[in-house]
């Protein structure tokens, strides 16, 4: 997420890429009041998942198969 480094839970995990990314704090993200994630394709959603655990998105755009996967997993 943003080229952080995140575990299933959406918590960013001890690793020293963590320390060189320059994006915007995962934190400051989620504090978006308009949040839209994109995403797609069966061998992402645990990312996808990890995603919307990491922070507060309003829309997720994907693919109808992933949606389908997700809200069967939830």
């Known amino acids: 997420m943003l080229c952080y480094f995140i575990d299933a839970d959406g918590r960013m995990i001890d690793h ?4 060189r990314v320059m ?3 995962l934190a400051a993200v989620s504090a978006v009041p308009n949040l839209v994630l994109a995403a797609g394709g069966k061998r992402k ?4 998942r990890a995603a919307l655990a990491a922070v507060n998105a309003n829309v997720l755009i994907t693919d109808s198969d992933s949606a389908a996967a997700l809200t069967w997993l939830s």
């Open 16 to 19: 020293e890429v963590n320390d």
């Open 23 to 25: 994006a915007i704090d």
């Open 45 to 48: 959603i645990p990312a996808i």
